[in-house]
C-alpha cells in the first residue's frame, strides 16, 4: 500500500511538469524569475516555461480563458470572460479578481500610473481598470472595428490596438481624450497580437497570411515579414531584454520563439555610445561619441518606451534622472544629428 502510494505521488508530480501547450493564447516574459508564461485557453491554465524549455504550471485553473496576460510589478493579470484576475509572480497565489461585466476580454496591457486597459473582442469596447482602486470604466465604445491586442505606447500616452477583420487598420486610443484613431490602413486580415521591439518597431500577428509583420516605430516604412508559417498566432510578446519575440500558435498547441539576436555592441559603423555610471542610482549619462544627440528613446525591461526625447541644445551628451525609476535593467537607442543609431543598456540599483 506504501509503495503504491509512492508511485501515485510519482505519477502526480511528473504529471506536473510534464505539461503540453492546449489553446496557448497569450505569452509574457518573467524578467525576475527568466521565464515566460503562456495562457491556455483550452486547459485553462497559466503555464510557465523555464529557460530549459520545461513546462510546468502556474496557476492550474480560470473559471474561463485565460486570455491576455500582462506583467505588472510582481503579479500577473490575465482576462477570463468578462473579469480580470491576478496572481503573484512568486507563489501563483490569487490576489485579484475583478468582474468588468464584460463579454469577452482578450487583449491586456499596463500604463506606468497602475491601469489596466483591456478590449472586449465581443462587445467592441476597450476598459481601463485602476488596479490599486478596482475600478473599471468603459473608455472607448462602439468601435468600427473588433478591437484585439493591445499595447501601451507611453511616448505619445496612448494604447495602440490592432483589430480583427478583413483590411485590418491599426488604431489607437488617446489616454487624454479616449479619442479613436487610425494610425495606418493595412491589408492585413485578423489581426491578433501586437508588440514592441527595443527599437520601438511593432510587431503584428495576423491570422490572414499566418505571419509575423514588423513596421517601423512610426508606421512610415513599409511593413516587413519576418515570421510565415504560423498557425493562428496569438498574442505575441518581445522579450527586449533577450531580443527573442514568442508567438503562441493557438491552431496547432506550440509557441515559436523568433531569435531577433539584436546585438548591442554599443557601436554601428564608427559611432560608439557609453552609458556612465552604469550602475547608476541618480543619474546616467548617454555618450554618443560621434556627432550630438538627435533623438534618444529609453525602454524598460518590459519593452514599453519610458522616456522619449530631441533634446534643444547640440551635445554628445544626454543626462537622465533615474532617482525615480525602479531598480533594473533599460536600454536605450540614441540618434546623431548626422543620422548614425546607436544602442545599449545600462541598470538602475
Not at 8 to 14: G, K
Not at 113 to 131: C, E, F, M, P, Q
Not at 149 to 168: E, K, L, P
Not at 309 to 320: A, C, D, I, L, Q
Amino acid at each position: 500500500m506504501k509503495f503504491t502510494s509512492i508511485l501515485a505521488l510519482l505519477f502526480i508530480a511528473i504529471s506536473a511538469n510534464a505539461q503540453t501547450y492546449s489553446g496557448p493564447e497569450s505569452v509574457e516574459f518573467d524578467v525576475a524569475n527568466n521565464r515566460w508564461l503562456i495562457s491556455n485557453t483550452v486547459s485553462h491554465r497559466i503555464l510557465a516555461r523555464d529557460s530549459a524549455g520545461t513546462l510546468s504550471i502556474f496557476v492550474p485553473g480560470t473559471s474561463n480563458g485565460p486570455y491576455g496576460i500582462e506583467i505588472v510589478g510582481d503579479t500577473v493579470f490575465c482576462c477570463s470572460g468578462g473579469s480580470i484576475k491576478g496572481y503573484l509572480l512568486s507563489t501563483s497565489q490569487q490576489v485579484f479578481n475583478l468582474n468588468l461585466g464584460a463579454t469577452f476580454l482578450n487583449g491586456l496591457t499596463h500604463d506606468n500610473s497602475g491601469n489596466l486597459y483591456a478590449t472586449d473582442y465581443s462587445a467592441k469596447t476597450i476598459h481601463k481598470v485602476s488596479i490599486s482602486a478596482m475600478t473599471d470604466s468603459i473608455i472607448a465604445s462602439g468601435l468600427v472595428k473588433t478591437p484585439n491586442g493591445i499595447i501601451y505606447d507611453a511616448a505619445n500616452n496612448r494604447c495602440v490596438y490592432v483589430t480583427w477583420g478583413s483590411n485590418a487598420p491599426i488604431n489607437a486610443i488617446d489616454l487624454s481624450t479616449y479619442t479613436i484613431s487610425t494610425i495606418i490602413s493595412t491589408t492585413l486580415s485578423n489581426c491578433d497580437g501586437i508588440a514592441r521591439d527595443g527599437q520601438g518597431r511593432y510587431y503584428v500577428s495576423n491570422w490572414g497570411n499566418q505571419t509575423i509583420v514588423r513596421y517601423d516605430s512610426d508606421f512610415v516604412a513599409p511593413p516587413t515579414i519576418v515570421g510565415t508559417g504560423m498557425s493562428g498566432p496569438a498574442d505575441i510578446f518581445y522579450d527586449v531584454t533577450n531580443d527573442v519575440l514568442a508567438v503562441p500558435n493557438s491552431g496547432n498547441n506550440t509557441v515559436t520563439f523568433l531569435d531577433f539576436n539584436t546585438v548591442s555592441v554599443n557601436e554601428i559603423s564608427s559611432g560608439v555610445s557609453t552609458a556612465f555610471p552604469n550602475p547608476a542610482t541618480d543619474r546616467v549619462t548617454i555618450n554618443l561619441m560621434e556627432g550630438n544627440v538627435k533623438e534618444i528613446m529609453i525602454f524598460n525591461s518590459m519593452g514599453q518606451l519610458i522616456l522619449e526625447n530631441s533634446p534643444s541644445e547640440k551635445s554628445k551628451y544626454f543626462t537622465v534622472d533615474v532617482s525615480k525609476m525602479k531598480s533594473g535593467k533599460y536600454f536605450y537607442n540614441v540618434k546623431s544629428e548626422s543620422g548614425l543609431k546607436s544602442s545599449g543598456s545600462f541598470i538602475v540599483d
